[in-house]
Each structure stands twice: as structure tokens, then as C-alpha cells.
């Protein structure tokens, strides 16, 4: 597994990221973007346990292949992939109003379509639900997305507002990221 990599890189502790959040057993969660290693899918696995729901979300399909093989080796049957574009309201084969938790690690700044990927993650959660948003900050850094593909904490706490959520807690996350959890009104 890639968990030992990521944590000596010191890009997240996803341990911390997660206690923030707040998943326990038997919670339906799902990471939206999950990306090659579903670095957070694993973990949350673990913390739902077996009567829980993981949905690892992805455009790619090989990563969802490779998730699920991940998955089926570690004896993980809570995790389910879902291939989606995040970009499209109603994409995502899963319930509306139905997670418990929802997140968005490296996602919005991929797109130029940043609402609608909110849109979306914000239809998945149960009112009370819990997003968390993981983002590069926007400073000069050696790694990371071109400064002005960074999504700008202040105008995401702008929009957030604005789309039926509130901001409940804004963090570091890591050296080179920020990081906010939302509730769904």
C-alpha cells in the first residue's frame, strides 16, 4: 500500500484530516476524485468498517480498477467504485442526501467548473453532512498546480455560503495545503 509514501513526503496526515472530518462505523462516505492510490479511501475503510460505505469516485477507470483490486486483496468489501464526471449534476450512481461524509483532496483545481462539482458533492449529503475541501494553497511552492489554477481559500468562502453550506472548520493541511470542513444545511 501507498500510505507509508505519502506520509514521508509529508504532503497530508490523512489521520488527521480524517479525525477532523469525523467518520464512524457504519457511515456511508465517499472520496469524489479519488485518484490513483485512493490514499483516503483505504483509510476510511478501515473507519466505517464492514457495515459502513466507501465510494471511491473517479472520471478514470483504470484508477477504479485499480481500487478495486486493492480492495478485493485487502478484504475491503465496503469500498464500492463509481465512475463519474463530477462535473455533471446527478452523475454519480449513488443516492442523493445519502453520505454522511463527502471529499474533495486536490479535486476543484482541476476544473473550471468548481460549482458544479461542489453542486454535486453537496447533492450526495445528508442534510448535516460534512464536506471536506483539501486545496494547494495559494503561495509560491515547489510543487503543485500553476498559481493561478490554485483555488483561492477566500473566494471558496465566498461561494460556500451561497450553495447551502456553512464552514465549520478551516485548517492547515500540510505544508502546502488548506483545508475546510462544510456542513450541509
Known sequence: M???EIKKNGLFD???ILSKIGIDEKQRVAELGCGNFGFFVFPLARLVGR???VYAVDILKPTLEEIKKEAKKNNLP?????WSNLETFKAADIETSSLDSA???NVLHQ?????EI???SIRLLKRGGRLAIIEWKNMDLPLGPKPDQRVKIESLKTAIPKIGLNIVEEFNAGPYHYGL?????
Do not use: A, F, P, Y
Open 14 to 16: 490523512i489521520n488527521s
Open 2 to 4: 501507498h500510505m507509508v
Open 103 to 105: 471529499l474533495l483532496i
Open 118 to 120: 461542489l453542486r454535486e
Open 181 to 185: 470542513i462544510l456542513i450541509k444545511l
Open 51 to 53: 457495515q459502513g460505505k
Open 78 to 82: 465496503q469500498i464500492t467504485t463509481v
Open 111 to 115: 476544473s473550471k467548473k468548481k460549482i
